[in-house]
């Protein structure tokens, strides 16, 4: 119940495609969905997070999805760069101070 | 602006050797801290978290142990080292008070046991 399942493991896309991530979850309790993105011997940053009232939030090129019936969201890459080549975590937190987190998506991004 | 520092970067130490890393968060109050550990290319592993001084929270049994002696200090430590204690160590921080909210990560620590 407190794992958030990842997909795909590994991703390779060229220039401009757009990468799609998914999560998906089973705690109802679960109302915070952030992802963050961790480059090479770095820190993951926090990237976009929604909360479930939203169905959709964007952030530049980063879209989140987030189907609260289906208890799935996805990450969207819009016109992807080589820049945007690292890893991805989902992560959902409710009700305590701890995100779970997704396995993670090595995204790579072919010029 | 919140800054979150950990030290030190890399570490390279023997098996049975003591530990302590450090992390340090400034310009905010009484956050709640963590401690991570992300083995090579795969995911983050809570070890510890705590949301005042001295409240500390385990949610893996082994031989690493977590002080927090000042409100934005944290510690991770141990006695003795195993190799299986290799990886890339990661302290974060969140606001206090949320049930749910953003948690900012450190630069890491990579620690080799040999």
């Known amino acids: 119940q407190q794992q958030v399942k990842q997909s795909p493991q590994s991703l390779i896309v060229q220039k401009g495609g757009i990468p799609i991530i998914n999560c998906a979850y089973e705690?109802?309790?679960?109302?915070?969905f952030p992802w963050y993105q961790q480059f090479p011997g770095k820190g993951p940053a926090l990237l976009i997070a929604i909360r479930p009232d939203v169905s959709e939030k964007k952030e530049g090129r980063f879209t989140i999805s987030f189907n609260k019936s289906a208890k799935q969201f996805s990450l969207h890459i819009m016109d992807s760069q080589p820049g945007d080549s690292a890893t991805y975590f989902c992560a959902a937190q409710g009700g305590s101070e701890k995100l779970v987190f997704g396995k993670g998506t090595k995204l790579t991004v072919n010029p | 602006s919140q800054t979150i520092h950990q030290w030190p970067a890399t570490l390279v130490q023997p098996v049975g050797s003591p530990l302590s890393l450090e992390c340090t968060v400034e310009g905010t109050s009484n956050p709640n801290l963590y401690w991570y550990r992300q083995a090579a290319g795969r995911g983050l592993q809570l070890l510890f978290y705590?949301?005042?001084?001295?409240?500390i929270s385990s949610e893996v049994p082994q031989n690493l142990s977590a002080s927090r002696p000042q409100d934005r200090q944290f510690i991770l430590s141990s006695k003795k080292l195993l190799l299986s204690d290799s990886g890339f160590y990661l302290c974060a921080w969140g606001r206090s008070g949320r049930a749910g909210g953003e948690q900012f990560f450190g630069p890491g620590t990579r620690l080799t046991v040999l």
């Open positions: 705590s949301v005042g001084i001295g409240q």
């Open positions: 705690n109802t309790a679960f109302d915070y």
